[in-house]
């Protein structure tokens, strides 16, 4: 506040002190040099800066009166800067409301408040979509896409998916991080395929998103060795014993490396496996 008090009582002498140009040019030049300098050491923290500003606007100044209407110019050079300011100050409360709103509707899924979810959902990927918050529009349709799962819509989940995946194909730049997202969102894709009764998609997308895995983690990585495990339940639907066996035989000796012999994850794939042999 002191450096505000300065650079404006700065301005305020200078352009009294001009005899060339009127109050009103010195007010807005002079504004505009001293916000820039007190900007670049004072950080906006006051969303209302901007509408204070806009109220003394109409209070300063008038015909005739040049001082006031070089405090109106000034204040017109500090609205200005600060305009820009403010509305990324605004974008980022509305962010990390999003963000916690996204909790929230995470916690109604968990206490099965379905239809409380989606609404909350349906309000973050309005305000995402409007502010352009990527992220928050991936996390949204993530979301919204496990709690139609979660009550047996499997068509809006892939719906859901799918436009998770169009915005994470067109708005990232290609990478590991983009890679592995995508590589996530296939496989939910495929799982939603199959629980609505459609293997033959289900594998498909499972078997793209295997690919991605491979070709961002290596062979040898455990969510790799996961959708082993998910191919090879659906090519055991399919009465692919084989192929089955052969990925099944990949993906649960990386899983043991992984997390230890005895671990409760691994009984189900002790499970598939024995089944497989059982086949031969």
């Known amino acids: 506040c002191e450096k505000m008090r300065l650079w404006v009582d700065i301005t305020l002498k200078s352009s009294l002190c ?3 140009t009127s109050d009103a040019e010195r007010g807005h030049d002079l504004g505009l040099k ?8 004072l950080a906006p923290s006051n969303a209302r800066g901007l509408e204070v500003v806009t109220d003394l606007l ?19 050079g500090m609205a200005k800067l600060m305009a ?3 509305v990324d100050s605004e974008k980022h409360r509305k962010r990390e409301q999003v963000k916690k709103n996204i909790v929230y509707a995470n916690h109604l899924k968990e206490t099965k408040n379905f239809d409380d979810a989606l609404d909350l959902l349906q309000e973050c990927l309005d305000i995402s979509i409007k502010l352009d918050l990527k992220a928050e529009i991936v996390y949204t349709y993530l979301e919204m896409g ?24 067109t708005s990232f730049d290609s990478g590991s991080a983009a890679n592995s997202c995508k590589g996530m969102i ?13 293997y033959e998609l289900g594998l498909e997308w499972t078997e793209k998103s295997l690919a991605i895995l491979i070709a961002e983690h290596g062979a040898d990585h455990p969510a790799v060795a996961e959708t082993y495990m998910v191919v090879s339940r659906l090519y055991y639907m ?17 899983l043991i490396a992984e997390h230890g ?7 189900q794939k002790y499970m598939v496996v024995a089944v497989l042999y059982n086949k031969q």
């Not at 001293?34 to 050491?41: D, G, I, L, P, T």
């Not at 109409?58 to 017109?76: H, Q």
């Not at 296939?186 to 459609?198: D, E, F, K, P, W």
């Open 146 to 169: 496990c709690v139609y799962m979660l009550i047996a819509l499997f068509d809006k989940a892939i719906d859901a998916y799918k436009k998770m995946l169009d915005v994470v194909d």
């Open 34 to 41: 001293a916000v820039r300098n007190m900007m670049a050491e």
């Open 261 to 267: 012999a005895d671990h409760p994850k691994l009984v």
């Open 186 to 198: 296939l496989t939910q894709i495929g799982r939603a395929y199959v629980s609505s009764g459609n």
């Open 58 to 76: 109409g209070a300063m100044g008038s015909e005739g009166d040049d001082l006031g209407l070089g405090l109106k110019g000034m204040m017109e």
């Open 84 to 86: 820009p300011i403010l």
């Open 18 to 20: 001009d005899p060339v």
């Open 238 to 254: 399919q009465r692919r014993y084989d192929d089955a066996l052969e990925l099944a035989e990949k993906g649960l000796p990386i």
